[in-house]
């Protein structure tokens, strides 16, 4: 029953009961090849892009308010998302001019496009890349100092870039706890000296570090921050 589906079925360059000529097999492998990059696309963007350390201080934030679920997971991530696509539009755009309208008009072939996508990323990636993170990958992997960032292997690169983008986000998170941390001990320290040992501090301590953080505009100081640290 399958196969007479499948029958019917025309894709174009593509054939399902299977083909010898090499122009059809070549177009098959490039299909699955595009699906895998697809198929990891959430992890390209986590971990390629400047997302990982956005989402880590915003989560930061909300946990040093002490809001539980507000803002929401989605407010979160879609805020990290379109910041995301602020942060990395040079770095796209680039892409678009020396890779991808290069390969659609047909001046390059797909593997010079590939190259050529590559550079940008690699090069935002290395610039926020620590030297002791990367040098790391490349001991392990028995690999010799490169001479330029286009030689640098993602396998390596990737990795170095990730922990070197969760050292910065924690730092950052740091500072921001700081402010609510000393909030919480003197709400702690209050109720202590007052005797009132059974009211929980967070309940006092909550619309205090809220006031706070709308009095200085914090959303603002916090996506200033996250702007000037790329």
């Known amino acids: 029953m399958m196969l007479d589906i499948l029958s019917f079925i025309n894709i174009p360059g593509i054939d399902l009961g299977g083909s010898d000529a090499p122009e059809d097999v070549g177009t098959t492998l490039q299909l699955f090849a595009l699906l895998t990059i697809l198929s990891l696309a959430p992890a390209i963007l986590i971990l390629m892009t400047s997302f990982a350390r956005i989402i880590i201080v915003l989560s930061f934030v909300r946990t040093g308010l002490g809001t539980q679920s507000m803002p929401p997971n989605q407010v979160l991530v879609g805020l990290a998302l379109f910041l995301t696509f602020f942060v990395m539009a040079p770095v796209f755009t680039e892409i678009n001019e020396t890779a991808l309208q290069p390969y659609l008009s047909g001046e390059v072939s797909?593997?010079?496009?590939?190259?050529?996508?590559?550079?940008?990323?690699?090069?935002?990636?290395?610039?926020?890349?620590?030297?002791?993170?990367?040098?790391?990958?490349?001991?392990?992997?028995?690999?010799?100092?490169?001479?330029?960032?286009?030689?640098?292997?993602?396998?390596?690169?990737?990795?170095?870039?990730?922990?070197?983008?969760?050292?910065?986000?924690?730092?950052?998170?740091?500072?921001?706890?700081?402010?609510?941390?000393?909030?919480?001990?003197?709400?702690?320290?209050?109720?202590?000296?007052?005797g009132m040992m059974m009211l929980p501090p967070v309940m006092i301590s909550l619309p205090f570090k809220i006031l706070l953080f709308v009095l200085v505009d914090g959303w603002y100081l916090i996506i200033e921050s996250l702007l000037v640290s790329f």
């Not at 990636?125 to 292997?153: C, G, Q, V």
């Open 110 to 194: 797909q593997e010079e496009a590939l190259d050529g996508a590559l550079l940008p990323i690699k090069t935002f990636m290395a610039e926020h890349t620590r030297e002791k993170d990367l040098a790391l990958f490349f001991k392990y992997a028995n690999l010799e100092k490169p001479d330029s960032i286009s030689e640098i292997p993602l396998t390596s690169l990737v990795p170095a870039f990730a922990i070197s983008e969760l050292k910065t986000a924690f730092q950052i998170g740091f500072v921001i706890f700081i402010p609510f941390l000393i909030i919480d001990m003197v709400v702690a320290s209050t109720l202590m000296a007052m």
